[in-house]
């Protein structure tokens, strides 16, 4: 595989009053319209917390902290890259009442049940979206002290 093909990612898994935040986009590959978690690319000298602090705000305007992460996950993908990506739990008591995307590649916001993710209205962009609210039900999170902050150079 060429280095070039390999991606390291980060999803915002959030839960609020029994319901998953997805968002709308287009996949850059299809066109299509999808639905994903708040998710993106870490970004060089940043680390997966601020990297998924960070795509969570620009995709739905909302700061929030994660509470814990769900391990990685791992996906060969049908355009030839391989996606490593991290998946984090953000379980909010409260929100803003007005809050929206900061980033115009979002098209909107959707509130969708378990039940509603496993027939969604639009496509899911992977099988991670899927896997990471699977991995969220059977409650094997890891606390954040588990990921060390990075290391400066020698």
């Avoid at 705000?57 to 902290?65: D, H, K, V």
């Avoid at 099988?127 to 400066?152: G, K, N």
Wanted: with cysteine; aromatic share 10%.
């Amino acid at each position: 595989m060429d280095r070039s093909s390999l991606h390291l990612t980060v999803a915002a898994v959030l839960y609020y009053h029994g319901k998953f935040l997805l968002v709308e986009e287009r996949d850059k590959n299809t066109g299509q319209r999808v639905l994903n978690q708040p998710a993106g690319h870490v970004e060089p000298g940043e680390s997966v917390i601020a990297a998924v602090e960070r795509e969570l705000y620009e995709e739905t305007g909302l700061a929030l902290s994660p509470c814990a992460w769900l391990g990685i996950s791992q996906l060969n993908a049908s355009n030839g890259h391989f996606y490593v990506r991290l998946n984090f739990v953000f379980m909010p008591t409260k929100l803003p009442t007005h809050f929206q995307p900061q980033d115009n590649d979002i098209l909107a916001l959707h509130w969708l049940s378990p039940e509603q993710l496993k027939a969604p209205a639009l496509p899911l962009r992977s099988p991670l979206v899927l896997h990471a609210t699977e991995q969220f039900f059977q409650q094997s999170w890891l606390p954040l002290s588990a990921i060390q902050l990075p290391l400066a150079a020698l």
